[in-house]
């Protein structure tokens, strides 16, 4: 079983930075895609970001150029750098794992709930 333990969430005035992480567990890490998905009130979970094993990205045309997809395999972590935020970014943030590389979703975490205020 995987388990993604996601961190970093808060309030932020908008064009402020937040860095969410999210630890997994096992041997799963080095092997599958991870990604970062966003799921505002009233609308559906949309893909943020996606990273591969072998660290190539996926962006969600609304962030690229502000938010960073990376991972630390030997930390077993993947971490969200969202600079130049929104208030639009206002989101509960997941953490997920899994296939395909490009929106990974059989795992997923709790949640981090992340407010861009103006």
């Known amino acids: 079983q995987v388990q993604l333990v996601e961190s970093g969430g808060g309030l932020v005035q908008a064009g402020g930075s937040l860095r969410l992480s999210c630890a997994a567990s096992?041997?799963?890490?080095?092997?599958?895609?991870m990604g970062w998905y966003r799921q505002a009130p009233g609308k559906q979970r949309e893909l943020v970001a996606a990273?591969?094993?072998?660290?190539?990205?996926n962006y969600a045309n609304s962030v690229k150029g502000r938010f960073t997809v990376s991972r630390d395999n030997a930390k077993n972590t993947v971490y969200l750098q969202m600079n130049s935020l929104k208030p639009e970014d206002t989101a509960v943030y997941y953490c997920a794992a899994g296939w395909p590389w490009d929106r990974p979703d059989d795992y997923w975490g709790q949640g981090t709930q992340v407010t861009v205020s103006s």
């Open positions: 990273i591969s094993s072998g660290h190539r990205t």
């Open positions: 096992g041997r799963f890490f080095n092997s599958g895609a």
